[in-house]
């Protein structure tokens, strides 16, 4: 299957794409476990996990859309004495997974802030993903579907909700967010005499809308790939 978007000069499926996706979200919601679940397809107990210590980082190879893609997945810490630590983890990411627990109502309650955080450190063109994790504690259910459907819906966000201990919805969150982002070529195409026209004068590396931000990328890495064989890039396993 094609791409679904992004001109001829960006849509090679030989040329494998750099990814940076950031996880965040209060402490204790799950986001280790899902990207546990999603990277290594297992899923450590909760009396058994421990707590991220700064940040923790995870690289995947698969394939959306047609396009080889490896992604550089960084898990931070929610805890608060962290944040001026994960805060710098932000540069270039071109993707933000929020992640909230389902029985935890003040973890849903916190997603404004870290919105606003993400509006101090981000471009407002990268795409983000708000998920309910803890899909199999549906009988403690503190938020809503609906209600956190139409919370991500007002922030243009994704949204999905997950169980990183039984895998449900979990290889999709990655999924959708590599396709929007994939949707958005300014994001990661490589800068090319063509190209350097409609992009409103930003210099090589910069992120869509990152006027002043800090979003530089290394575009080079991203045109230049990893891995030689089409078999390193498979789809999701969960």
């Known amino acids: 299957m094609a791409p679904s978007s992004g001109s001829s000069s960006y849509t090679s499926s030989s040329t494998p794409v750099n990814v940076k996706l950031l996880l965040i979200g209060n402490a204790s919601v799950g986001k280790s476990s899902l990207l546990l679940r999603f990277s290594d397809e297992a899923w450590i107990p909760e009396d058994e996990a421990t707590a991220t210590i700064g940040v923790d980082f995870r690289v995947h190879k698969m394939e959306v859309n047609g396009r080889r893609v490896k992604l550089s997945i960084w898990d931070t810490a929610g805890q608060e004495r962290f944040r001026t630590i994960t805060s710098a983890y932000y540069r270039g990411a071109q993707g933000i997974i929020l992640v ?105 590396g910069s992120l869509a809308g990152g006027d002043g931000m800090p979003g530089t990328i290394d575009l080079s890495a991203a045109a230049a790939g990893t891995g030689t064989g089409e078999e390193e890039y498979g789809g999701c396993g969960c």
Do not use: M
Not at 117 to 144: C, F, M, W
Not at 158 to 165: H, Y
Not at 180 to 201: C, F, H, K, N, Q
């Open 100 to 204: 909230y627990d389902v029985a935890n109502r003040e973890t849903f309650d916190a997603l404004p802030k870290w919105f606003t955080e993400i509006d101090t450190y981000v471009a407002a063109t990268v795409p983000k993903i708000i998920v309910g994790n803890k899909l199999d504690k549906e009988h403690s259910r503190q938020v809503a579907t609906p209600e956190a459907a139409a919370f991500a819906a007002r922030q243009g966000a994704l949204f999905l909700e997950t169980s990183a201990k039984t895998a449900v919805g979990v290889c999709e969150v990655f999924e959708d967010l590599v396709k929007r982002i994939l949707d958005t070529p300014e994001l990661w195409a490589p800068v090319t005499p063509e190209s350097v026209g409609t992009r409103s004068g930003r210099g090589s």
